[in-house]
């Protein structure tokens, strides 16, 4: 197993419901430490520089302005193969869809409001931490 980081985000729906803590608790209680954390709003050239990925597609704007509409819960997660396994904790982006006992599950709204990010790959983990770290 790999020692790795990832970075998580709290979005805005979950700030906004005070999910902070119990998010943070799940992570912790799966063996995944949290290296650093801060809250802060992300300004509009933040998000569009962070979701550069999805821009042209359909969601776009409508992602830009979520992620713009309060405080995120930004974090630097760590341990062995925390990529993966913090995605496997989050569940799928359809809450629908997301497996019992999962983040997303447990809060997300829907696809849109589904409450946390993480890194999708241990690449992108390390381009996504020095945006905000």
Sequence with gaps: MAYEKSLGIIKPDAVERNLIGSIIKIIEDNDIKINQMKMLELTSSMAEEFYNIHKGKPFYEKLISYMTSGPVVLMVLEGNDVVKRYRDLMGKTNPEDAAEGTI???????????????SDSIENALTEISLFF
């Design 104 to 118: 997303r599950k447990l809060y997300a709204k829907d696809t849109t409001f589904n409450s946390v990010h993480g």
